[in-house]
């Protein structure tokens, strides 16, 4: 089996109120020398054989991201053992 991993981020000009919020958290844990936080999601497909990296970007694409509001980046992972 091969593993395929998609990480889904909002786009930089898009507001991320969650990120907002963790960041403004931060400063009460003492941590105070992060200026930033952006928080995505991380999808693993996993395939029954080798991974299709262009039928991949299709599923990202239609399914997985908002294109309009989000960018997603595709890591090829190593081969798994069932």
Do not use: C
Request: proline share 5%; charged share 30%.
């Amino acid at each position: 089996m091969a593993r395929v991993v998609v990480d889904v981020m909002l786009k930089p000009e898009i507001l991320d109120p969650q990120g907002q919020a963790v960041a403004n958290a931060l400063p009460r844990l003492g941590v105070t020398d992060v200026t930033s936080v952006r928080i995505g999601r991380r999808i693993e497909l996993e395939f029954s054989g080798d991974a299709d990296l262009d039928r991949v970007r299709e599923i990202a694409d239609k399914l997985l991201a908002n294109p309009v509001i989000e960018d997603f980046t595709i890591h090829a992972g190593e081969r798994v053992e069932a």
